[in-house]
């Protein structure tokens, strides 16, 4: 069973930036879609941006101009930055990789946004 592996949340000020990873052993990131989601409490889970298999990029309103997702493809990393953070950012942040049949989810790392 393929487990991506979240890291680098934490907590941080309004107006500050985080850089959010995603690693996979097993499979490469580069076949396939890949997506940063959210869930704040007593929300529903929410896309936050996503990175498809032809790099094209899809952000939700809240977060375009101030997030980016991309790939690092020599590490096999999917990365999330996070730029001018509001406290509305504030949840827990899965990874998503989804391509050919296949459904792949982490556990979430969770992110802080307060003064």
């Known amino acids: 069973q393929v487990q991506l592996v979240e890291s680098g949340g934490g907590l941080v000020q309004p107006g500050g930036s985080l850089r959010l990873s995603c690693v996979a052993p097993?499979?490469?990131?580069?076949?396939?879609?890949m997506g940063w989601y959210r869930q704040a409490p007593g929300k529903q889970r929410e896309l936050v941006g996503s990175i498809s298999a032809t790099e094209l990029t899809n952000y939700a309103d809240s977060v375009k101009g101030r997030f980016t997702i991309f790939k690092d493809m020599a590490k096999n990393t999917v990365l999330l930055q996070m730029k001018r953070m509001k406290p509305e950012d504030t949840g827990i942040y899965y990874c998503?990789?989804?391509?050919?049949?296949?459904?792949?989810w982490g556990q979430g790392t969770q992110v802080t946004v307060s003064s």
């Open positions: 998503r990789a989804d391509g050919g049949g296949s459904d792949y």
């Open positions: 097993g499979i490469l990131f580069r076949f396939y879609n």
